[in-house]
């Protein structure tokens, strides 16, 4: 089993930036390839990004390409969404989940609780 604790979530304005952490415990020793995804009130979950195991390739959701980064530190059991040029269309609960690298959530076994973004404008 891994667990998965979502941080940094939070009221930013429209152009702002924020970056979210997750933080993995548990059954760690396997180097699971993590993803990002985000659901806003009445809209489907939808994926934003994804990272492989060993940090080298990442994917993006076109909506978020080249305004949110994914990188990973392993040591730390930790995985980081940056993301800038915030619009208010990104305002949704984003969550980790660790599986397989693609973008279909069912491929992800494991998932945080959610952390809220709100993008004002």
């Known amino acids: 089993q891994v667990q998965l604790v979502e941080s940094g979530g939070g009221l930013v304005q429209a152009g702002g930036s924020l970056r979210l952490s997750c933080a993995a415990s548990g059954r760690t020793s396997t180097i699971y390839s993590m993803g990002w995804f985000r659901q806003a009130p009445g809209k489907e979950r939808e994926f934003v990004g994804a990272i492989s195991g060993t940090g080298s390739f990442t994917n993006y959701a076109d909506s978020v390409k080249g305004r949110f980064t994914i990188s990973r530190d392993n040591a730390k059991n930790l995985v980081s969404l940056r993301m800038s040029s915030l619009k208010p269309s990104d305002t949704a609960v984003y969550y980790c989940?660790?599986?397989?690298?693609?973008?279909?959530?069912?491929?992800?076994?494991?998932w945080g609780q959610g952390t809220q973004v709100t993008v004002s404008s």
């Open positions: 989940a660790a599986g397989t690298y693609t973008s279909n959530a069912n491929d992800y076994p494991y």
